[in-house]
């Protein structure tokens, strides 16, 4: 216990700074095993040596070492952060692939590199887990030992009451006209009451110049280091719990328009993605029907036409088919059916289109989704009619749905509103080979017009297609004609999506933020106390306090152990060790 | 007063706010540089009184900054921080209200002229390019994790505000105490406190702003998994935020590593409140992500 160290604030690890009583043994541990790198270390690879002949295991010693100790584990956070940001910066392919392709046609070379980098799936990239697993190691390296450690520091006592005081950050000191016996007494049943501190007295007989005294010693805050290995625990329970949910969760997205509806099962779905261990029975059987879909938007000048709800009545059928349930799904209240949540993730309109060939057969029925591109639904689609009589030519249209169309001088024609007050379908007219036959999956909603030509007008400008609900209208080129239905039925983009492991993750969520909350705020103190008989008959009473880290509240702390002490005659408090006019050193110190 | 005249006044009130923080910004560095010469008695007199219009301006402007909050929310008819805009508002409000909070502990007053003077940067830039109308809000927005999660990450900003204003000092007083050349005439350093000390107030408002900014995205997560169907997607603004929390981690951890606390663990703080306001405006204006709720076109 020498005066060695300056009083210098630490942060999360949870050693009393210079307290002699050095509560982690091992060397090269995190939090204080700095001492072979001193200051100089700059990389932030631990600092040290590589040991000469050592042998494997000193290899697998010193490795470990360097791994837990808290240099590398810095250097990994740094590491963490910087390599999650080209993940903001480059587009990503899980939540936008099409992005993806966009980039690698606009740069293909640095593109072919960035992705055999795995620069457009960086979160799962193995750089990116290299580092997170690491850190993890490094973390379980360091929580292992020091939970072992708290362990005994939970069983253990307070440490013995130092014999010098004046090194310490706070102290204070007074005189009382009761006995040491009495003051030690009460100071200890008065800090005992508050339940925050362990407490512990104890004599000291006469040695040298120091007269026989009694001493108090006391701790709190043994939950600043609770919370702090919660904290960590919590961050690993909550990536084992993540990992579990990717393996167990399955997500279907489908598109159904209204009246119509879908079962939940994996060939029902226009997307399905699924865990490892994802077994179908897991699907719980039920299906679904869009009764009607509703929205509202603004009509007011400030915000005309933002989005203000959107709400989808759907009819739940379970498994038997006998109980039927209302229920409405809205953006941010999904629907829970037997644990699985369906989401409202997009809407639209699907326009009833029924396309005749030249021969005035039926080549297309069905309702087509446009998919809306901006506020107004201006929404673009595609209707592929490949299924026209032999010796024909397929037939292709693209263009876009209107809402609420206002056509200028110039023909051109837009949306102006987001409700269908006055629908238009635009098209142009493609025909020859949609490409549908060779095996290659289409983007249904795009045309490729690779082996299509344009079908002109009678000026010879690209043929446009104008037609409005109840409408027929005959295709340019004698092809045949398109009829719009009366209705223009809505669609909505459902999402359905089942991952067990959510109230885990939130738990350990929850945990870790708890944990956080309790290491960062708990103040961890020791305060001692010492008395002594002066030759005049009063007694001496002497008090030191030392923090774990930075802590405003310790002298507080300090002078309210002293105001404990009883039949005080006169007390002084300070937190500045360096004053001459210490009373502990013209008041017969007794060290 | 109907809602367009309401939401008018609120914009008059958020002005008049940074007239007031103009001529706190102004007092409170006539304040520090008059603490150079502190044993000049009638300097001393008119440095007391520098600091008084600094004192009251400040009030003054947080207290008009909170009726223009107010105001917003009754014109919008909604929790008045669903915009960049009204991020700006509140987000300085709550700075300077830890700075005036603090004040009332323990003396800070030399941290003033920094906090006066990023709060009426960010209400300029709030007034002059991300101002948006007064109105309701998407269906996305509509939850009441509207208020919790975004009031929080608002108060989380704040208080790391305060907190980089402290680094910064420390950063700065450091250098002149190790003799830095060109520190050389600040001599209003030396009344600042000593760098422990900076170290320390920004520590402890650092590790509020840390368990503020960790609740920030756990609340996030929980309305992401309502909203958008799963709670972690890697948006920008999610990287982001987890990038925030990692260098703030960093800090935490740099802080107890010998060779790393002090200067180099101020660092930290520097680059941390850097990814703050680029996750705010870099991430907002330039990628295009799901939390594009800048109102700005």
Not at chain 1, 224 to 246: C, D, I, K, P
Not at chain 1, 386 to 408: C, H, K, N, R, S
Not at chain 1, 420 to 445: C, F, I, R, S
Not at chain 2, 90 to 114: E, I, T
């Amino acid at each position: 216990m020498g005066a060695r160290d300056t009083y210098r604030p630490e942060g999360i690890a949870d050693e009393f700074v210079d307290d002699g009583v050095r509560t982690v043994a091992e060397p090269a541990h995190r939090g204080r095993g700095e001492q072979a790198g001193a200051h100089a270390s700059t990389g932030g690879a631990a600092g040290g040596s590589a040991p000469v002949a050592i042998g494997v295991v000193g290899w697998l010693r010193w490795a470990w070492r360097q791994l837990t100790s808290m240099r590398v584990a810095l250097l990994l956070l740094m590491l963490l952060a910087v390599a999650a940001v080209p993940g903001s910066v480059l587009p990503q392919r899980g939540p936008s692939p099409d992005r993806v392709l966009e980039y690698l046609g606009d740069h293909p070379t640095t593109g072919a590199w960035l992705d055999r980098l795995g620069f457009f799936t960086v979160y799962s990239s193995p750089w990116f887990s290299a580092i997170y697993l690491l850190l993890f190691v490094s973390l379980v390296g360091c929580i292992l030992p020091r939970t072992a450690q708290h362990a005994r520091n939970l069983r253990g006592r307070p440490p013995r009451t130092p014999a010098r005081f004046g090194r310490f950050p706070a102290r204070a000191s007074g005189h009382s006209a009761a006995s040491p016996d009495d003051v030690v007494a009460t100071v200890a049943a008065a800090l005992r009451r508050r339940r925050t501190f362990r407490v512990d007295t104890a004599a000291e007989v006469a040695a040298g110049e120091r007269p026989a005294a009694r001493t108090l010693t006391a701790e709190r805050g043994y939950l600043r280091e609770t919370g702090n290995l919660v904290f960590h625990v919590a961050l690993l329970g909550l990536l084992v719990s993540v990992a579990a949910g990717q393996l167990l969760h399955y997500r279907g997205q489908a598109i159904v328009t209204e009246g119509r509806g879908f079962a939940n099962a994996v060939v029902d779905y226009d997307t399905f993605e699924k865990g490892a261990w994802f077994r179908p029975e897991q699907l719980s059987p039920f299906s679904l029907t869009l009764a009607a879909f509703t929205s509202e938007f603004a009509s007011d000048a400030v915000a005309f036409a933002q989005a203000r709800d959107f709400t989808a009545h759907v009819t739940i059928t379970g498994a038997d088919g006998a109980g039927t349930e209302q229920a409405t799904i809205r953006v941010n209240h999904p629907l829970t059916v037997d644990g699985a949540k369906i989401y409202l993730q997009g809407n639209g309109f699907a326009p009833e289109v029924t396309v005749r060939d030249s021969s005035g057969e039926v080549a297309f029925a069905g309702r087509v989704p446009f998919i809306p591109e901006d506020d107004m639904y201006t929404s673009r689609g595609v209707v592929k009619v490949p299924d026209v009589a032999p010796g024909l030519e397929q037939i292709g249209l693209t263009g876009y749905f209107l809402p609420t169309a206002v056509v200028e001088d110039d023909g051109r024609a837009r949306s102006v509103f987001p409700q269908p007050d006055h629908p238009l379908l635009v098209l142009q007219v493609w025909t020859g080979d949609l490409g549908l036959d060779g095996g290659v999956p289409q983007n249904a909603y795009q045309l490729d017009t690779a082996t299509m030509t344009p079908v002109a007008d009678e000026t010879g400008a690209r043929a446009q297609v104008i037609v409005a609900p109840g409408q027929t209208v005959e295709l340019p080129g004698g092809l045949g004609s398109i009829e719009l239905g009366a209705e223009v039925p809505r669609y909505v983009a459902l999402d359905l999506r089942y991952d067990p492991s959510l109230a885990w993750v939130l738990t350990f969520a929850l945990l870790a933020l708890a944990g956080l909350a309790v290491s960062l705020f708990t103040p961890r103190r020791r305060v001692w106390l010492r008395a002594w008989a002066m030759p005049d008959g009063r007694t001496r009473v002497e008090l030191a306090g030392l923090a774990r880290g930075d802590d405003g509240g310790l002298q507080g702390e300090v002078d309210r152990a002293l105001a404990a002490v009883p039949d005080r005659t006169h007390g002084t408090g300070r937190t500045d060790g360096s004053d001459s006019a210490d009373s502990a050193d013209d008041q017969g110190d007794p060290a | 007063m109907n809602t367009e005249q309401t939401g008018e006044l609120s914009t008059l009130l958020v002005w008049a706010t940074l007239v007031c923080l103009t001529i706190a910004l102004v007092a409170f560095s006539i304040d520090l540089a008059r603490r150079v010469d502190r044993t000049a008695v009638a300097d001393e007199t008119e440095r007391r009184r520098a600091f008084g219009v600094a004192t009251a301006t400040t009030w003054l402007g947080t207290a008009l900054l909170l009726a223009g909050i107010v105001t917003r929310g009754i014109a919008a008819g909604r929790t008045p921080w669903a915009n960049m805009y009204e991020f700006t508002m509140v987000g300085s409000f709550v700075a300077l209200a830890v700075f005036l909070g603090v004040g009332r502990v323990r003396k800070v007053d030399y941290l003033g002229a920094f906090v006066t003077g990023l709060a009426a940067v960010f209400l300029t830039l709030g007034l002059n390019v991300f101002y948006v109308a007064a109105m309701g809000v998407q269906p996305a927005l509509q939850s009441s994790w509207l208020v919790l999660h975004v009031g929080v990450a608002i108060i989380a900003t704040g208080v790391f505000t305060v907190a980089f204003a402290a680094s910064v000092l420390q950063l700065l007083r450091s250098a002149r105490d190790g003799g830095a050349v060109r520190l050389g005439s600040w001599r209003w350093l030396d009344r600042t406190p000593a760098p422990a000390a900076l170290e320390g107030l920004s520590f402890r408002l650092n590790a509020v702003g840390f368990v503020l900014w960790t609740f920030t995205i756990i609340g996030g997560a929980i309305w992401a998994e309502h909203a958008w169907g799963r709670y972690w997607g890697w948006d920008p603004k999610e990287v982001w935020s987890f990038v925030i929390w990692v260098v703030y981690a960093a800090y935490l951890h740099a802080r107890t590593t010998r060779g790393w606390s002090g200067t180099r663990a101020a660092w930290f703080v520097v680059v941390g409140y850097a990814c703050l306001l680029f996750n705010f405006t870099g991430v907002n204006l330039v990628f295009n992500g799901l939390h594009s709720y800048s109102g700005v076109e």
